[in-house]
């Protein structure tokens, strides 16, 4: 893509290219680096009337297509209904998963389908390295989903990697697996979003492999899928494959499962809420009147990061990136590879400690009790008095 | 032949190709392939969408208002959608 399109893209388009849409925080797995703390349902989540009158708009946008996800979206009852409304109305999905509900039968049905598109998620080549991120058994669920996906005949379905310090060795034996199943590997950037807060600083590419993915991905990026996950990185060198700048609220955004409109889906949190698709007018208003959304495409001031002379390459990395760990916004990136965001991160722990996620629908463990507790008086008959 | 380009055939915009006029031209999304395209002038996306019509891209071209000088870009830019199979040659019955 040439810079002139890139200039083009920060003024913000009329809809988004790459819109995505968490169906619900209700999830069967409990990732440590889950950007949106799913786990648990929110009562408050869209209906279905309200998500048909959300693709209803989409359609009126020409949105071309949704990136699905949640939570685990295929857990929601009416998720199926939901992609065929979607498909019906020319919004064709894309939708990530973890493959629980991928069987025999819902991979024919997707590989019959011209319009939906599906990414399984899997953290490292081996289920020592994916489970410790994702869970027990997480590896396998998935393996099972793509062995489905291939066996009913779907090409190029994604194979979504988000890549940290311990699968960062693995690249080449990713693409081995994706290969196998004619599937296409996508890479993505690990952010300090949701609980991903507290598992970055253990998880976080060393500088020494984020040079190593750098390389990799310049040899390999071509079939590689990265979005604008590792504009970050340029300053090594050429600018890599994908959209070399910060899509938020340009070219992407997140609707999450109550409605919120937030500037990317790595920034759950009130300081980036657009509105809501709830409010009068609809998501359509909000892509294009909300004052967040303005300053978004507004010139950027580059900050402590203007006298950089890699400033136009990296444009100051990821937003999202910066605010979780606590550093400024018009700063350098924290894993800046010319090393600021390390030296900022190091006078950041002498400040207030980074902003918490907006929401957290994290599992929490549920605390058993044998027997009937006593009533904490005596005329209290109702067991739930106290809580 | 214009860079790799017959200008002279009759093309068209595949039928699985969405159009998103922008202030700066357009995004094509092709729905069988997945990919993701830009136009990078609203001139291009009227020849774009004269193909279907015209009995060549040459005089899409020309409807289009493209001069004889600048169709050797038009050619290019016509060259790489039809790689990436956004536009196919149609056959004339």
Known sequence: MTSQLTELFERGLDAPICLTWELTYACNLACVHCLSSSGRRDPGELTTAECESVIDTLQRMQVFYVNIGGGEPTVRPDFWHLVEYSTAHQVGVKFSTNGVKIDAEAARWLAASDYVDVQISLDGATAEVNDAVRGPGSYETARRAMGHLTAAGFRGFKLSVVVTRHNIPQLGQFRRIADEHGAQLRLTRLRPSGRGADAWPSLHPTADQQRELYDWLCEHGERVLTGDSFFHLSPYGKPLPGLNMCGAGRVVCLIDPVGDVYACPFAIHENFLAGSVRQPGGFAAVWRDAPLFAALREPQTGGACRSCGHYDSCRGGCMAAKFFTGLPLDGPDPECVRGYGEAALATADRRPPPPRPGADHSHRPVPVTIGRRPPRRACDQDPLVGH | ?93
């Open chain 2, 1 to 93: 032949m214009t860079g790799g380009f017959d200008l002279d055939r009759p093309w068209r915009l595949d039928e699985r190709v969405a159009v998103r006029p922008e202030p700066f031209g357009a995004l094509l999304y092709h729905f069988g392939t997945r990919q993701l395209s830009f136009l990078k002038s609203p001139t291009v996306l009227t020849v774009v969408r004269a193909l279907a019509d015209q009995p060549s891209a040459r005089a899409a071209c020309a409807q289009a208002g493209v001069r004889e000088g600048e169709l050797a870009a038009y050619a290019k830019a016509l060259a790489v959608l039809a790689e990436s199979k956004m536009i196919s040659e149609r056959t004339v019955p």
